[in-house]
């Protein structure tokens, strides 16, 4: 198995507080799809965003991440379980074969070894238990903005992207997953944010730290005064959306 990349410890609390929240929709939904809501596994949990939602309608949480410092970012709740794990092993105490109801990676599963990951999921999905990926890209605003963050992200930050961030820019298509694909509802992340929170959230990306590494400056400084004029000056806000791609499948079988 490949050392793991670490591409998000070092500002797990900017990490935390700029990312998007996905749609408290999306949690309920997927609940529905599953028999029973006994045990979830959020893998790649990050700060526990995800794993938050999941305690509203399992019973049990486990929440993993290979990054201790994103970990440390998590908020406690009584049915969830933290632990500091790769994603393509898991040994924790109660959980071994058939074990879960539901798996969840959001915005993670390109960091992951896949063949390893998904032998694991094998392994401790409940037999008529759904796996759940889902994953964003760009800001929508309808505006000049997309086309300036998109040029941003393709042209400067271009080279300083990791390489497993093209599966995720590909939209997952590029991935085999374990099971047939099942239709999912349309899901999308709405904010309304100021000129600061945009510029926070950018600068959570890995490749605007890895530019900043190499160069020793930051590439936003390129775009930052007509971003700011696009986005109509630095006291405005702007409601902003990210479509999220969603992969749903059912392992073969009956809980």
Not at 103 to 123: C, G, K, M, S, Y
Not at 136 to 157: A, R, W
Request: glycine share 6%.
């Amino acid at each position: 198995m490949p050392a793991f990349k670490d591409h998000f410890s070092s500002d797990s609390d900017s990490y935390k507080q700029y990312r998007p929240t996905y749609p408290t929709e999306l949690f309920s939904w997927l609940a529905k799809q599953c028999d029973n809501r006994n045990n979830v596994w959020d893998c790649g949990t990050g700060s526990g965003q995800a794993a938050i939602e999941h305690s509203k309608h399992f019973q049990q949480v486990l929440a993993t991440d290979a990054s201790e410092a994103q970990i440390s970012q998590a908020e406690a709740q009584s049915n969830i379980t933290y632990r500091v794990s790769p994603a393509e092993t898991l040994n924790v105490p109660g959980y071994n074969s058939d074990s879960f109801d539901l798996i969840t990676v959001a915005q993670a599963i390109h960091w992951f070894d896949l063949p390893e990951f998904f032998n694991t999921v094998e392994r401790v999905l409940k037999p008529g238990g759904h796996l759940a990926v889902w994953g964003y890209q760009f800001i929508n605003t309808g505006t000049e903005i997309d086309h300036l963050i998109k040029d941003f992200h393709s042209n400067i930050l271009g080279p300083y992207w990791p390489p497993e961030r093209k599966l995720l820019n590909d939209g997952y298509t590029e991935i085999t997953f374990p099971y047939p694909r099942l239709a999912t509802d349309s899901f999308s992340m709405q904010a309304t944010w100021s000129f600061s929170q945009l510029i926070g959230y950018l600068n959570t990306w890995s490749a605007v730290k890895k530019y900043e590494e190499v160069n020793g400056t930051s590439p936003l400084s390129a775009i930052h005064a007509e971003l700011k004029k696009c986005w109509g000056g630095a006291h405005s806000t702007r409601t902003v959306y990210w479509p999220l791609t969603i992969y749903l499948g059912k392992k073969p079988g009956h809980q």
